[in-house]
């Protein structure tokens, strides 16, 4: 059981480029999410999803787009690399819980920690 | 989600007891206050969640005022470990945690 699985680790792009940043949880979620977070910030939230096939935008979707074709994969891409985007994204993933206390808190990957030069 | 306020720092003593404040003065009935928190930019942590009753788990206490407009994190005897950003984040249980929303968070220092 890996929980959430973020690659790459460490990226460097050049503006104008473009790149998909990988997400993959084993744990059966439901929901899937996209933060990103600069420097001395909290976290802002990009995309999530609900479900295979459904995405919704978040706080700050601008430049990013997602799709979620299965349970396990969410993977965020980015279009045309902006410095804007100079950044450290997470991506977690959750169960989705009607009922009960249990079982609601979200999982976080390590990170994958982008630069736009 | 109701707006939460942490204090922008704080210190403890290691082996002392970490009482981490949070004020949510606009939450509703059925939200409940999750404690995350994130260390050294690793990917947040899961700690602990209630909606009105006191919680415990093998990390934290979580002890919520009886108006619920506040709570308490405790970590019982803090270790150099703990020194880490805590968020206080208010959700309904329902809507998932797919849209959570990270404040500024507690900078906690575990102090020799």
């Given at each position: 059981?890996?929980?959430?699985?973020?690659?790459?680790?460490?990226?460097?792009?050049?503006?104008?480029?473009?790149?998909?940043?990988?997400?993959?949880?084993?744990?059966?979620?439901?929901?899937?999410?996209?933060?990103?977070?600069?420097?001395?910030?909290?976290?802002?939230?990009?995309?999530?999803?609900?479900?295979?096939?459904?995405?919704?935008?978040?706080?700050?979707?601008?430049?990013?787009?997602?799709?979620?074709?299965?349970?396990?994969?969410?993977?965020?891409?980015?279009?045309?690399?902006?410095?804007?985007?100079?950044?450290?994204?997470?991506?977690?993933?959750?169960?989705?819980?009607?009922?009960?206390?249990?079982?609601?808190?979200?999982?976080?990957?390590?990170?994958?920690?982008?630069?736009?030069v | 989600d109701a707006k939460t306020t942490q204090p922008p720092s704080m210190d403890c003593a290691e082996g002392r007891a970490a009482n981490l404040p949070c004020n949510h003065s606009t939450i509703s009935g059925n939200e409940y206050v999750y404690w995350y928190r994130q260390i050294h930019s690793q990917g947040p942590q899961y700690i602990i969640h209630g909606l009105k009753n006191n919680e415990t788990n093998e990390m934290a206490s979580l002890i919520i005022t009886e108006d619920r407009k506040s709570s308490t994190l405790i970590l019982p005897h803090a270790t150099l470990r703990d020194t880490a950003v805590y968020y206080c984040i208010v959700r309904g249980l329902i809507q998932g945690a797919q849209k959570l929303v990270f404040g500024q968070g507690t900078r906690l220092t575990i102090n020799p």
């Open positions: 059981n890996a929980g959430v699985t973020q690659t790459p680790k460490f990226q460097v792009l050049k503006t104008g480029q473009s790149m998909t940043l990988q997400c993959a949880q084993d744990m059966n979620h439901e929901y899937m999410s996209w933060y990103r977070q600069d420097p001395g910030m909290g976290l802002r939230l990009i995309h999530y999803s609900v479900g295979a096939g459904i995405t919704d935008q978040g706080e700050v979707p601008n430049g990013y787009n997602v799709s979620r074709s299965t349970t396990e994969d969410f993977p965020l891409r980015l279009l045309s690399a902006a410095p804007s985007q100079t950044s450290v994204y997470f991506c977690a993933s959750s169960y989705h819980t009607p009922t009960g206390f249990s079982g609601t808190e979200a999982f976080f990957g390590q990170g994958t920690r982008l630069t736009v | -």
